[in-house]
């Protein structure tokens, strides 16, 4: 069984910054790409930020120069900074990880708000 518990989401003023966590704990035998989604109302779930078992990182266009994800492996936790938060940044964020080594399994995490104010 894996979890994975978010934390840092809320309300924002736009122009501001937050920063979410997301540690993963149970049968974690190999994590390899971590990553953070967000679903905002009526529209599809969409990537904003992935990083993978050796560090490489991929951003969506939309945070590209405002959003830095990062890992701590010994704390199976990934963690995602925004900053110049803007409303259009207002959705759902669901962490993502992949867990395996030749067969990779999809979690999800539950779900954080964020909201930003203009």
């Known amino acids: 069984q894996v979890q994975l518990v978010e934390s840092g989401g809320g309300l924002v003023q736009a122009g501001g910054s937050l920063r979410l966590s997301c540690a993963v704990s149970?049968?974690?035998?190999?994590?390899?790409?971590m990553g953070w989604y967000r679903q905002a109302p009526g529209k599809q779930r969409e990537l904003v930020a992935v990083?993978?078992?050796?560090?490489?990182?991929n951003y969506a266009d939309s945070v590209k120069g405002r959003a830095t994800i990062s890992r701590d492996n010994a704390k199976n936790t990934v963690y995602l900074q925004i900053n110049s938060l803007k409303p259009e940044d207002t959705a759902v964020y669901y962490c993502?990880?992949?867990?395996?080594?030749?067969?990779?399994?999809?979690?999800w995490g539950q779900g954080t708000q964020v909201t930003v104010s203009s």
């Open positions: 993502n990880v992949k867990i395996g080594y030749i067969r990779l399994t999809n979690y």
């Open positions: 149970g049968s974690t035998s190999r994590i390899n790409d």
């Open positions: 990083i993978n078992i050796g560090g490489s990182t």
